[in-house]
């Protein structure tokens, strides 16, 4: 594993429900089934459907492409086009409290928390943890009953302030774009 966990709580939180496990709202970007040929089922929510990445792109200063996984295995990653940069995990919780309830079930042993003022968020919260080697952010910004999130991680030769910025990015564009 390129970084360690900052949130353990997290994992745990998270685990309940794993991109695309339950439905916020249906994306209307989403893809239909794998066969395509199940047009009754449920479209599955991906916090990489429609987002828009040129933001966190240009804070980061580095070119960044989306891997969406499948209909039968979703995903959601931010991946650098260049070996090496910084890459993105992202995920989503329908939570029917607030992301300050939450925050209370998780176990941030390190990192430096702080709580970004997002547009048309409830909440959100940065950790951010400069490691020997290696720099991490986690994200979380909280719009009605869903929480998505991200880790992102890069090795030396890291740039903290621009994945700080790019960090704050995300966060807009995720609160933008959710359902």
């Not at 070119?63 to 209909?71: A, M, N």
């Not at 939450?102 to 968020?121: H, L, Y």
């Amino acid at each position: 594993m390129r970084y360690a966990v900052l949130a353990p709580g997290l994992l745990a939180l998270l685990s309940l429900a794993a991109c695309g496990a339950e439905d916020p709202a249906p994306s209307a970007s989403a893809s239909a089934s794998a066969s395509g040929s199940d047009h009754s089922a449920k479209e599955t929510f991906n916090p990489c459907d429609g987002l828009d990445i040129a933001p966190v792109e240009k804070a980061l200063g580095a070119q960044l492409r989306v891997e969406k996984g499948t209909s039968a295995a979703p995903r959601c990653a931010l991946l650098p086009e260049k070996s090496g940069g910084t890459a993105y995990e992202l995920n989503y919780l329908p939570f029917k409290g607030t992301l300050a309830e939450a925050w209370k079930t998780m176990d941030v042993q390190s990192g430096k928390v702080s709580e970004p003022e997002v547009r048309d968020a409830d909440d959100a919260r940065l950790v951010k943890q400069q490691g020997v080697s290696s720099y991490a952010v986690t994200g979380f910004v909280q719009n009605g009953a869903l929480i998505q999130s991200f880790n992102s991680v890069d090795l030396e030769p890291y740039d903290g302030d621009a994945m700080d910025r790019a960090a704050q990015a995300l966060l807009e564009q995720l609160s933008a774009n959710a359902p």
